[in-house]
């Protein structure tokens, strides 16, 4: 069975940064793509950064030129710098992965989140 779990959230001022992880593990052949989404109270979901493997990261323009994205492939996690942070970033992060496992067809798996809240 495959899991993703984040962590590295918390309560940072604003201008302040955090670096979130997010691990998967389990039966993992490979990970296709793995991104970050954030949920705010009373918003939907929405995209933040998202590496395929063996490219270059993308982000959203709400994010771009303060978060940064990567992977160790070989750890099976992924990592966001979140720097210059602002009220607005305040969210719950999840990740989510398109992993082809052992065995089995490829599928996608997100995490449970993890708390980011940027007081101002």
């Known amino acids: 069975q495959v899991q993703l779990v984040e962590s590295g959230g918390g309560l940072v001022q604003a201008g302040g940064s955090l670096r979130l992880s997010c691990t998967a593990s389990?039966?993992?052949?490979?990970?296709?793509?793995m991104g970050w989404y954030r949920q705010a109270p009373g918003k939907q979901r929405e995209f933040v950064a998202q590496?395929?493997?063996?490219?270059?990261?993308i982000y959203a323009d709400s994010v771009k030129g303060r978060f940064t994205f990567a992977r160790d492939n070989a750890k099976n996690t992924g990592y966001l710098q979140m720097d210059s942070l602002k009220s607005e970033d305040t969210a719950v992060y999840l990740c989510?992965?398109?992993?082809?496992?052992?065995?089995?067809?490829?599928?996608?798996?997100w995490g449970q989140g993890t708390q980011v809240t940027v007081s101002s």
């Open positions: 989510n992965a398109l992993i082809r496992p052992t065995a089995g067809a490829t599928f996608t798996s």
């Open positions: 389990g039966s993992i052949l490979s990970i296709n793509v």
């Open positions: 590496l395929v493997s063996g490219g270059n990261p």
